[in-house]
T-cell receptor, first 115, second 114 residues
Framework: QKEVEQNSGPLSVPEGAIASLNCTYSDRVSQSFFWYRQYSGKSPELIMSIYSNGDKEDGRFTAQLNKASQYVSLLIRDSQPSDSATYLCAVNIQNRGSTLGRLYFGRGTQLTVWP | DAGVTQSPTHLIKTRGQQVTLRCSPKSGHDTVSWYQQALGQGPQFIFQYYEEEERQRGNFPDRFSGHQFPNYSSELNVNALLLGDSALYLC?????????????FGPGTRLTVT
């Protein structure tokens, strides 16, 4: 059973603060990791991808990956009210002998940034 | 650059009926995956199509079937609808089957079964 767990929300932070979102996964063969943002009533939007251990920064977003601990996180610096959404962690796992993978999602963490 | 498109946007059906949802992948993408997202949950993988064949399937009954056309567009069919099939149905496409495997979602089809 491949599982992706996210820290239970909701998470509420003031404008300008750092929001920290966490995710753990159970399958050690996972190779690619993604964060999606989903506004209420909308579809998921890919905001970050990370494949190697360490940090990856893109604007106000930083993804962190630790494969040994099976842990991936997303930091949002200088949080804005427009960041209020549900953040989904997704893990890509490729079947043995296949070039095709599939995504496993966590349940999401709801983030609210208040002015 | 056209993104992933889906139709219809919303659909209301009665229990026992059949429904067909449609998806056109992002330009340059050839692999399409379908997901079901219930309220408050993360998307659940239904199946994936590549080269007009179903390549992988999640834990969904045979009532869920699909098809991929030569132009890479895809359909999801659900027969004998149940109340529990009410959900947001998402189509995602990718053209990169190597390490990154980034998938991009369409706007979704909201299906309500009454």
């Amino acid at each position: 059973q491949k599982e992706v767990e996210q820290n239970s929300g909701p998470l509420s932070v003031p404008e300008g603060a750092i929001a920290s979102l966490n995710c753990t996964y159970s399958d050690r063969v996972s190779q690619s990791f993604f964060w999606y943002r989903q506004y209420s009533g909308k579809s998921p939007e890919l905001i970050m991808s990370i494949y190697s251990n360490g940090d990856k920064e893109d604007g106000r977003f930083t993804a962190q990956l630790n494969k040994a601990s099976q842990y991936v996180s997303l930091l949002i610096r200088d949080s804005q009210p427009s960041d209020s959404a549900t953040y989904l962690c997704a893990v890509n796992i490729q079947n043995r002998g296949s070039t095709l993978g599939r995504l496993y999602f966590g349940r999401g963490t709801q983030l609210t940034v208040w002015p | 650059d056209a993104g992933v498109t889906q139709s219809p946007t919303h659909l209301i059906k009665t229990r026992g009926q059949q429904v067909t949802l449609r998806c056109s992948p992002k330009s340059g993408h050839d692999t399409v995956s379908w997901y079901q997202q219930a309220l408050g949950q993360g998307p659940q993988f239904i199946f994936q199509y590549y080269e007009e064949e179903e390549r992988q399937r999640g834990n969904f009954p045979d009532r869920f079937s699909g098809h991929q056309f030569p132009n890479y567009s895809s359909e999801l069919n659900v027969n004998a609808l149940l109340l529990g099939d009410s959900a947001l149905y998402l189509c995602a496409s990718t053209g990169d089957r190597k390490l990154s495997y980034e998938q991009y979602f369409g706007p979704g089809t909201r299906l309500t079964v009454t």
